[in-house]
């Protein structure tokens, strides 16, 4: 025994000379807080992942769960989380002992006339044989691949939610951008129905010798300036249109015929909540792509434990059970009963470096995760930084853009008043209200940029302000 256990010392001895890397841990500076995006005006509750829901509109929640039901990286994602929790099962099997049996019946013949020859050279051989073999986790190593292998399907999970995430701020931006199209649309259609009577009124005036040639001239410019918006904008529509059912993983098909439904208009839109001032900025910790990273480098670090078992021995334990008989009518007799037990303890002396190579690119692996992981933690800064900014900027531009909207709807009504006085030209009419009507343009626009800076921020905080709990691994095996 203890000429035994000297010797398993020394097996173990043998497996320090092999190099093991010093795997290197993060702990990122987070500030205290978010600045907020607006003064705060009262928290609603919401529902993280439902957070579209805040809009008010059906329309846009029923085509965000098409496009979550049906688009083809969303499917693609719930197929590799199936994939995952296949290997997860795999992994897991490995931590428990396997057990077969096997039948089997022969019949064989020898020569007669051979050095040694035998009464009967033809034989029978029937055998039935269970068996059964566990390889002990000593150092851990199949624990670690199991726990890797849960990292991966976590890391799959969350990678879902990342498509998720993006598909429905995607859908909702198209949506927003639709809305607007349509508004712009209806204002350029009302603005030439004005453009056509006013060239109407010149031309008139032109043929009843009340004035000149120019007038006229220039109305019909302008209306040919409003029909050319008009012809661009319905393009840009048609195309937003095809965008948006692309996103939610309609068939050619339905590309040309199903187009996406209408909701609300876009100044009827329910604007969620800003941000309230002092939230912890721990929330960023709950965006999907932080915890897959998360979960990447934990399945790296797992793997490297993994690697680093195999510098020690392995203890396996067999064991089989049967019977073996000429006869099949003795099969199952006791003299026919074979059995054996045994242990086994593999230890590798030598190898050329493969298992030292392997740690170290294990190590490497773990090394790109971490970096990858913090570099997702600065940029998910950045990104909720800019959304933040976007979200104040896009508020001021159109709350300016409505007191500039205001000012040149009086504006062209005074030059209208001037020249139907005499005061000045129809130039002056016509300059008013291509401001108005590019003025009135950019509030829309304004509008769409506001409400897409909402989403964006959502997105970028991975959803409202209470935070969600982690997914946990369903099916799969403890």
Known sequence: MNKTLIALLGLIALSGCITVP?????????????????????????????????????????????????????????????????????????????????????????????????????????????????????????REASA?????????????????????????????????????????????????????????????????????????????????????????????????????????RGLVEDLPDRGKSLDTLTLPPAIPAGLPSELLARRPDVRQAEQRLAGAEARVLVTKSAIYPNLS?????????????????????IWGVGASLVQTLYNAGRTEAALQGDAARQEQALLAYEQTLRLGFKEVLDALASARQAREAEEAESRRGAALARAAELAGLRYQNGV?????????????????????????ARLAASAALFKSLGGGWQPAPAPSPSGGHG
């Not at 008010?56 to 965000?64: A, F, H, K, M």
């Not at 199936?82 to 002992?97: I, K, V």
């Not at 019977?323 to 009518?329: C, D, F, R």
């Not at 590019?438 to 626009?445: H, S």
């Open 317 to 337: 334990l067999t064991a089989n059970l049967g019977t073996e008989s000429k006869s099949l009518s003795n099969l199952f007799s006791g003299p026919a009963a």
């Open 424 to 448: 000045s030209s129809y130039l002056e009419v016509l300059d008013a209200q291509r401001s108005l009507y590019q003025a009135q343009q950019n509030r829309i626009d304004a509008r769409r």
């Open 22 to 142: 010093t795997l290197r841990h993060t702990s990122p500076e987070l500030p205290t807080a978010w600045p907020s995006s607006s003064p705060p005006q009262g928290e609603r509750e919401q529902r993280l992942n439902d957070w579209w829901t805040l809009y008010d509109d059906p329309v846009l929640t029923r085509l965000i769960d098409e496009a979550l039901a049906h688009n083809g990286d969303m499917l693609a994602a719930a197929a590799r989380i199936e994939e995952a929790r296949a290997a997860l099962g795999y992994a897991d099997a490995d931590r428990s002992p396997s057990a077969q049996i096997a039948a089997g019946a022969a019949r064989n013949r020898v020569t007669g006339v051979g050095s040694f020859p035998i009464p009967n050279p033809a034989n029978n051989d029937f055998i039935i044989n269970a068996q059964a073999s566990y390889e002990v986790d000593l150092w851990g190593r199949y």
């Open 148 to 252: 890797a292998a849960r990292a991966d399907l976590l890391a799959s999970d969350y990678g879902r939610a990342v498509v998720r995430s993006s598909l429905s701020g995607s859908v909702a931006q198209a949506y927003f951008q639709i809305a607007a199209l349509d508004a712009a649309l209806a204002l350029t259609q009302d603005t030439l129905r004005n453009r056509r009577e006013a060239t109407d009124l010149q031309r008139q005036r032109f043929e009843g010798g009340l004035s000149s040639e120019l007038p006229l001239r220039q109305a019909e410019a302008e209306t040919a300036a409003v029909e050319s918006a008009q012809s661009d904008l319905t393009r840009q529509l048609r195309q937003q249109e095809t965008a948006l059912a692309v996103l939610l993983g309609r068939s050619p």
